[in-house]
Structure formats: C-alpha cells, structure tokens
C-alpha cells in the first residue's frame, strides 16, 4: 500500500510570492489534514478536508487555504509567504472523519522564504 | 483549551535500557491518543494509538498506557536499540475539536 505522497520535497520562494504544496492520500482515505512545523513552534493543526469539504480549520490567517479534490488528493495554498511561514508542512490522512481513526504522515514539504 | 506536555525532552540511554516516555494532557475528554515517530528531516510514523475506552496498546517491544483520569499516557519501549533514536511526539484527539494536539515530543538518543 502506497503511503501518503507529497510534493515537492522542498520549495524556495520569496516573500510575498505564492506557494502550492499538495498531498496525496493513502487509497482509501477520504480525509486529508495539514499541519505546520515551525521551528520551535512544534507541529500545530492547519486544516482537515473530508468528503472535499473544509471540516475545520486551526489559528491561521486567511491567507492559508486549500482544496480537495473529487479523488481526495489536496493542495495547500499560502499567499502572500512571510519570514515566518517557514517550515515543514505535513499531509496526514485517514479513513474518514477522523475520530477513531489513526493518522498516516507523508514526509512533508519543507518551505523555505528568502 | 487541550495542553499537551511531554517529558523530558530529550534522553540519552546506552543500549539495551528499558525506557519510559511522559506526557500529559490537561483535557481528558479526548477520543484517543496517538504516540509517533519522527526521524530526523521526515515525517511522522504512527506507532501506536489508544481509543479513549482502551487501557494501552502494545506492538512489538513498544507499549502505550492511557489514564485518562490522571491526563497521562506513557510509551515504554523495552531493550532499547540504537535504530531506536528519534523524535517521539504524542498527540491527544480531543473531543468536539476535530484535530489532534501535540506535543513538543522527546528527542532519544540511544547510545550503542
């Protein structure tokens, strides 16, 4: 079983430019989450799609989004890329709507802002 | 508002060591608790995970315990190996939250 896929592995942007990371989940899964790790912030919740709905969403600002799409693959979309949106940006994605259901990592897309 | 603690944050055992690993959460209606591992530069690999109803779960030689009274989980690793260093990061589900909080993990170091 092919495990959770993203790309690419690394992205380098300036501010102010726009940045697209996008996940693959594992077959299967119908939700997709995304989380950020900030360097001496620890991983913290992004958003969680499922079913190509936004579920919720964590204490970001707006310029964070994303999609999913109708075969559940999701991108994530930061406009307007600050100093500090630098990180490793993690897919997980489980069964469905994820209460009882563990979380599957990819290896995540590590961006960096010049 | 869930708070996930872990302790120590890092840890260095010469091989062959049973080890324990802490962490805390301050709202104990979660739904379950996932315990991962990270190595460095990659991303998270789930090792165990425990339903709010289950006690612990064990794999291998890895065994996580959940009190959820008391707001603690524990991940025991027995004679541990040097393929055993990493980052291992507990994260809690809490109820009504739909997103899992973690912790800011325990760095091991396992010395051969």
């Known amino acids: 079983e092919a495990g959770v896929t993203q790309s690419p592995t690394h992205l380098i942007k300036t501010r102010g430019q726009q940045a697209t990371l996008r996940c693959s989940p594992i077959s299967g899964h119908t939700s997709v989450y995304w989380y950020q790790q900030a360097l001496g912030l620890g991983l913290q919740f992004l958003l969680w799609?499922?079913?190509?709905?936004?579920?919720n969403r964590g204490n970001f600002p707006p310029r964070f989004s994303g999609r999913q799409f109708p075969n559940y693959s999701s991108e994530l979309n930061v406009n307007a890329l600050e100093l500090e949106d630098s990180a490793l940006y993690l897919c997980a994605s489980s069964r469905w709507q994820g209460s009882n259901q563990p979380q599957h990592f990819g290896d995540g897309t590590r961006l960096s802002i010049l | 508002k869930q708070e996930v603690t872990q302790i120590p944050a890092a840890l260095s055992v010469p091989e062959g060591e049973n080890l324990v690993l802490n962490c805390s959460f301050t709202d104990s209606a979660i739904y379950n608790l996932q315990w991962f591992r990270q190595d460095p530069g990659k991303g998270l690999t789930s090792l165990l995970l425990?339903?709010?109803?289950?006690r612990e779960q064990t794999s291998g030689r890895l065994n996580a315990s959940l009190d959820k009274s008391s707001g603690r989980s524990t991940l025991y690793i027995a004679a541990s190996q040097p393929g055993d260093s990493a980052t291992y990061l507990c994260a809690a589900y809490t109820s009504g939250t739909y997103k899992y909080i973690f912790g800011t993990g325990t760095r091991l170091k396992v010395l051969a």
């Open positions: 799609y499922d079913e190509g709905e936004e579920r």
């Open positions: 425990i339903q709010s109803s289950q």
